[in-house]
């Protein structure tokens, strides 16, 4: 079964840092973009950043530019975010999804439906 499994999340306290995994099985990256979003409760989803599979292009959200760094590793099968310095506006669950359109659907704000594959999403509480 073809998949996105996103992890570690967890309760980080204000400046402090976390680093999200989503791994593929079932599938190979490689051929695909990337994009992390997250959505908090009440709010909209949230496009957080994404890697283009082409080049390797990154985008972010002014949210997070200068504090959020994507990146991946297709020897492992798994792309990254770096979060540092968190805030607790940051508190969301996050979500990975994959496409091979990813930069369209992400210009776009797709919805997780369109996207190839879509993760179950991982919960990032940034509270002291």
């Known amino acids: 079964q073809a998949q996105l499994v996103e992890s570690g999340g967890g309760l980080v306290q204000p400046g402090g840092s976390l680093k999200l995994s989503c791994a593929a099985s079932g599938f190979t990256l490689d051929s695909y973009g990337i994009g992390w979003f997250r959505q908090a409760p009440g709010k909209e989803r949230e496009g957080v950043s994404c890697?283009?599979?082409?080049?390797?292009?990154?985008y972010y959200s002014d949210s997070v530019r200068g504090r959020f760094t994507i990146s991946r590793d297709n020897s492992k099968n798994t792309v990254y975010l770096q979060m540092n310095n968190l805030k607790p506006e940051d508190t969301a669950v996050y979500y990975c999804?994959?496409?091979?359109?990813?930069?369209?659907?992400?210009?776009?704000?797709?919805?997780?439906?369109?996207?190839?594959?879509w993760g179950q999403g991982t919960q990032v509480t940034v509270s002291s």
């Open positions: 999804a994959a496409d091979t359109e990813l930069l369209r659907l992400w210009e776009l704000g797709g919805e997780p439906y369109e996207f190839d594959y």
């Open positions: 890697i283009v599979n082409s080049d390797g292009v990154t």
